[in-house]
């Protein structure tokens, strides 16, 4: 059996994030999160496109669809590569997925 020495792996002290990662990171820091939509999806253009103007902006409720987690600018579909995040005076996750790319987050 081959092992791809390229594929990036959490270190051994920490676990790999998940979706549930995220629901417990938006419960604990409701009130004081922050979006960064990277990309999305554009139906006009049929693909993700990049988002140019991408800043973090406080996060605001969606309309309780299960794939948002109930926040705006979110998109989580099963198959998310999620990472932590840190930069900008930022501290939270970067996710991309088919649907686009985002970073969830909260001053750090």
Not at 37 to 45: E, I, N, V
Not at 67 to 91: C, H, Y
Request: charged letters at 15%; glycine letters at 8%.
């Amino acid at each position: 059996m081959l092992y791809n020495n390229s594929v990036r792996k959490p270190p051994q002290n920490m676990s790999k994030p998940t979706v549930a990662t995220l629901k417990s990171f938006i419960a604990k820091n409701r009130a004081n999160l922050f979006v960064q939509q990277k990309s999305a999806f554009d139906g006009m253009h049929d693909c993700v496109m990049q988002n140019e103007h991408a800043g973090f902006t406080p996060a605001t409720a969606s309309d309780g669809y299960k794939n948002t987690l109930g926040i705006n600018g979110v998109w989580v579909v099963g198959r998310d590569a999620i990472s932590p995040f840190e930069a900008k005076g930022f501290k939270g996750y970067s996710v991309y997925n088919c649907c686009g790319s985002f970073v969830l987050a909260v001053r750090a």
